[in-house]
């Protein structure tokens, strides 16, 4: 029961200890919500370069298969 006495004798200095921790809790969770949103920023860009590559490399493919089916035509 001397832990309930010494905290209800120390209100203010609870009042301001709490709001410190909400403080660090509302700053985490602000650093990862800019890093989760840099990531998926990233991520968006890494999606569509890979795609593009991809779909370069798909009209290559069928850029060389025509070529050689017009080659056997002639």
């Known amino acids: 029961m001397k832990f309930l006495e010494k ?4 209100k203010g200095q609870i ?4 709001g ?3 403080m660090a809790a ?4 602000a650093i990862a919500a800019y890093f989760y949103a840099t990531n998926v920023s990233n991520t968006g860009k890494q ?5 593009n590559q991809t779909t370069q490399a798909l009209a290559d493919a069928i850029s060389d298969a ?3 089916m017009s080659n056997i035509t002639d």
């Open 26 to 29: 509302v700053a985490v969770a």
């Open 20 to 22: 410190i921790l909400v």
């Open 47 to 51: 999606i569509t370069n890979s795609t």
């Open 66 to 68: 025509t070529s050689q």
């Open 7 to 10: 905290l209800t004798s120390k």
């Open 15 to 18: 009042a301001m200890e709490l």
